[in-house]
């Protein structure tokens, strides 16, 4: 599992191990594994020209004392200091390891000086070290024209701890931020390295372990090893009821596609037997493509939704939300959401515009601020919340967060999100938790669209196919 933290919570993991160690120890191991992460970015340290970004805070004092270590092995490191308190010791590490320092203009109008300028359209890296886990939202006048320069010359920024700018304990990015190829992060990783928008700023990230001692976090992202304990598999007293049914009440007469589509899904997960129930016409398009399926019955769990349009029975859907087996509730099925019950057993699959709608908000709001709002739908509708996107969200009610950050934007195509909530009610029904189902849905649902993807553009029945072996590649 990994997990992420907020800067509270860091930072009081920081403080009792700091109390614990000679000053310094853990600045000079983050400055070490952030040196180590410069060198191999870039291949080689000799005669590589890297240029520092330095503002107030300690953030600045990594990126001196790695800026000192690449230079003592052949570097050409340049401080550019953005502010007149920047970190002393590191500036005079850096001066005695053949480095130099410049001061920037300083200037509010976001003028910097032509010898600066051309020290970053030169540099092979930019180092970010203006501010981290102590930085508000957003980048001053002059660390915002300097990160504009590197962008505009093609550097590639590899920021320290966090990209500078972005909204370290939200993933959001309200205001202009540092866009990295690569984030050397410290101890543990932070909300904004796996929430979107900020995310997606970070460019890959890496975690340099510094020792620090936390709690379970409230933020988590499922990875391979704990798909492997999660999954469902068969043992030998199983059969086909035990493993689990699921009733899929998905697709209309309008939209057919999205029964057989998401039944491609559903059948791609670990249950037993699958069952349709809607319209006559649909039955039959779905019993074609897929001759398992049949129809109603008992089941241990429900994906409804997907597909439904005009279709859609409010007071049976109420029903089966309110009777006991779990439910995913997909596409226009949210519309029969009311959050006066007791849903703790609904799973809902909302994309931006779907989570808009149930909040009474714009779709660009939810789309700025992912966490808070999927968090918020949660809570006032009582149900797990599972939001789409380039990463996924989930958020239970007692607030427990899972995030999704494997996904292949080949995966934004029409359909897919059917696929996702057949396989999640598939899930369900095989007895995860919705948390659980939804975490290992997702990380599945993304792991078959980047082995489709391995042969091209995808589609959302190519993703349903792959889900086997997708699987197979991750359990076994
Ligand atoms: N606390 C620790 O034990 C460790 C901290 N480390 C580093 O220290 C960082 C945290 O250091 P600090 O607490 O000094 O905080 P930062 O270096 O993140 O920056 C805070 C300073 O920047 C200023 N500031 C805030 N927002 C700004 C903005 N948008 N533009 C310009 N200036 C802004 C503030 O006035 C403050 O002085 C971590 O991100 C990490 O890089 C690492 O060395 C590991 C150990
Ligand atoms: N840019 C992206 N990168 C990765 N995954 C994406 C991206 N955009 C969308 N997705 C994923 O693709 C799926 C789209 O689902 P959805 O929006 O419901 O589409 P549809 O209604 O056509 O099925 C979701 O699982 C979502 O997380
Ligand atoms: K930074």
């Given at each position: 599992m990994r997990h992420a933290y907020t800067v509270e919570q860091v930072r009081s993991a920081e403080s009792e191990l700091m109390a614990k160690l000679p000053d310094g120890t853990l600045m000079q191991r983050a400055a070490t594994g952030l040196a180590v992460a410069i060198g191999n970015f870039l291949g080689g340290t000799y005669g590589a020209r890297v240029v520092l970004l330095i503002g107030s805070g300690d953030n600045g004092g990594d990126a001196l004392y790695a800026g000192a270590r690449l230079a003592r092995r052949g570097a050409h490191v340049t401080a550019i200091l953005l502010s007149p308190k920047a970190h002393e010791p590191g500036i005079a590490a850096l001066r005695s390891a053949g480095g130099r320092s410049v001061t920037s203009a300083g200037d509010i109008s976001g003028e910097i000086y032509d010898d600066i300028v051309s020290e970053l359209a030169g540099a092979d890296v930019v180092v970010d070290?203006?501010?981290?886990?102590?930085g508000r939202p957003g980048l001053r006048p002059d660390a915002l024209a300097a990160v504009r320069v590197a962008e505009q010359y093609g550097v590639p920024i590899v920021a320290v701890d966090t990209p500078s700018g972005v909204d370290v304990d939200s993933g959001e990015t309200p205001e202009p931020h540092v866009n990295a190829a690569l984030t050397v992060t410290f101890g543990t990783h932070k909300i904004c390295h796996l929430v979107d928008p900020a995310a997606s700023a970070c460019g890959p990230v890496h975690l340099v372990d510094i020792g620090l001692d936390l709690p379970p976090a409230l933020v988590q992202s499922l990875q391979a090893a704990d798909v492997r304990a999660l999954y469902p598999v068969p043992h030998g007293e199983s059969d086909k009821y035990s493993r689990g049914v699921v009733g899929l009440m998905v697709g209309s007469t309008e939209y057919p596609g999205a029964a057989v589509i998401a039944t491609a899904g559903a059948l791609g997960g670990p249950v037993g037997m699958v069952r349709y129930v809607g319209p006559d016409a649909v039955a039959a398009a779905v019993r074609e493509a897929h001759p398992e399926v049949v129809g109603a019955g008992r089941v241990q769990a429900w994906t409804i939704g997907s597909g439904l349009g005009e279709e859609l029975d409010v007071p049976r859907i109420r029903e089966l939300l309110d009777a006991d087996e779990p439910v995913v509730l997909d596409a226009d099925g949210l519309?029969?959401?009311?959050?006066?019950?007791?849903?703790?057993d609904v799973l809902a699959t909302p994309h931006a515009g779907e989570l808009a709608r149930l909040l009474g908000v714009d779709r660009s709001t939810v789309e700025a601020e992912r966490l808070k709002h999927a968090r918020m739908a949660a809570e006032r509708y009582d149900v797990t919340v599972l939001l789409k996107g380039a990463t996924t969200v989930i958020a239970s009610p007692d607030g427990e967060v899972r995030v999704n950050?494997?996904?292949?934007?080949?995966?934004?195509?029409?359909?897919a999100g059917d696929v996702l909530a057949g396989l999640c009610g598939s899930l369900l029904a095989a007895g995860l938790t919705p948390l659980d189902a939804a975490a290992l849905g997702a990380y599945l649902h993304a792991s078959a669209a980047t082995l489709a993807s391995a042969n091209g553009p995808i589609t959302a029945t190519t993703v349903a196919q792959s889900l086997p072996e997708a699987t197979r590649r991750l359990i076994t």
């Open positions: 070290g203006i501010v981290g886990i102590g519309k029969a959401l009311d959050d006066s019950g007791d849903h703790v950050t494997n996904a292949t934007p080949w995966l934004a195509t029409a359909g």
